[in-house]
Nanobody, 122 residues
Framework: QVQLVESGGGLVQAGGSLRLSCAASGRTFSSYFMGWFRQAPGKEREFVARISWSIGSTYYADSVKGRFTVSRDNAKNTVYLQMNSLKPEDTAVYYC???????????????WGQGTQVTVSS
């Protein structure tokens, strides 16, 4: 089956940057999409960004547009989320997920990573 492993979370001051990685294994991915989601305490899981494995098309939530960049390295089966100009409201557990549709709805993604904590201090 598919395994997704995130890394790169941590504690950063407001205005700082972090890069998250999501390494995928277990099957071929060319027809799938990779999504990044986040969930803050007491809140629902929300869409952050997504990228297609095949042509690299991207889509972002308005709240991160211009600050976050999603990319992929097909040779390494790894997707990245570069997060710049971080704000305290970006604090959450960040998850990568893989699905066939590439929507903003979490339930359309079949496989999920374990999550990585991002904390932005003010």
């Amino acid at each position: 089956q598919v395994q997704l492993v995130e890394s790169g979370g941590g504690l950063v001051q407001a205005g700082g940057s972090l890069r998250l990685s999501c390494a995928a294994s277990g099957r071929t991915f060319s027809s799938y999409f990779m999504g990044w989601f986040r969930q803050a305490p007491g809140k629902e899981r929300e869409f952050v960004a997504r990228i297609s494995w095949s042509i690299g098309s991207t889509y972002y939530a308005d709240s991160v547009k211009g600050r976050f960049t999603v990319s992929r390295d097909n040779a390494k089966n790894t997707v990245y989320l570069q997060m710049n100009s971080l704000k305290p409201e970006d604090t959450a557990v960040y998850y990568c997920a893989m699905g066939a549709v590439g929507s903003t709805t979490p339930s359309t993604y079949r496989w999920w990573g374990q999550g990585t904590q991002v904390t932005v201090s003010s």
